[in-house]
């Protein structure tokens, strides 16, 4: 069946540092990879998504590579700020019926 | 646009009660899904609608019931709580078509606690 992993957390950055969180998956065929995004309280929102291979999704200084060969998704952004802090969630989708598959989640922790 | 909204936001339930999570997007979308978030732990999919009158189970469908009688409203139903059911529970929905890529929108949660 489907499976996503990520990196376990909490990460702790101080600010303007350059964050990864890793993510890979276990999926036939051509999955679509999501990243989501859960700040303290909220629900879930989408940050980014690709559909292909080799497509890079982007939003909010953060970017992910669809990266077949690796099956991975790892998330980045260059320089993170204290609002940047939440649970980032790695997710596939990878039928008709539009189900997602979730990692565990990782949390980030920004410092000023 | 309100997207999906969740009622109660928060609850707590004695052993053997029962109860409905109230949900409603006003996307006009087709699917909707329920999940649960146990602490520390990503989401699994409790239950699934592609449409007004149909309903499928997902990875976690037992003590759960739901219903979709209309595109907007995709109510829980918890008959009989036990502890294990203590979690955050998110809707979602999607406007689908054929690829199944769609991304989800999902409504703020709600907390539930049986004891």
């Known amino acids: 069946g489907n499976s996503v992993t990520q990196m376990e957390g909490p990460v702790t950055l101080s600010e303007e540092a350059f964050l990864t969180i890793n993510c890979t998956y276990t999926?036939?065929?051509?999955?679509?990879l999501f990243w989501y995004v859960q700040y303290p309280g909220e629900g879930l929102q989408l940050l980014l998504k690709a559909t292909k291979a080799d497509d890079k999704g982007s939003n909010k200084g953060f970017e992910a590579t669809y990266r077949k060969e690796t099956t991975s998704f790892h998330l980045e952004k260059g320089s993170v700020q204290v609002s940047d802090s939440a649970v980032y969630f790695c997710?596939?989708?990878?039928?008709?019926?539009?189900?997602?598959?979730f990692g565990g989640g990782t949390r980030l922790m920004v410092k000023p | 646009n309100a997207g999906v909204t969740q009622t109660p936001k928060f609850r707590i339930l004695k052993i053997g009660q029962s109860m409905t999570l109230q949900c409603t997007q006003d996307?006009?979308?087709?699917?909707m899904y329920w999940y649960r978030q146990d602490p520390g732990m990503g989401l699994k999919l409790i239950y699934y609608s592609v449409g007004a009158g149909i309903t499928d189970k997902g990875e976690v469908p037992n003590g759960y019931n739901v219903s979709r009688s209309t595109t907007e409203d995709f109510p829980l139903r918890l008959e009989l709580a036990a502890p294990s059911q203590t979690s955050v529970y998110f809707c979602a929905s999607s406007y689908t078509g054929t690829s199944g890529r769609d991304t989800q929108y999902f409504g703020p949660g709600t907390r539930l606690t049986v004891l």
């Open positions: 996307m006009n979308h087709n699917y």
């Open positions: 999926a036939t065929g051509y999955p679509s």
């Open positions: 997710a596939l989708s990878h039928n008709a019926g539009n189900m997602l598959t």
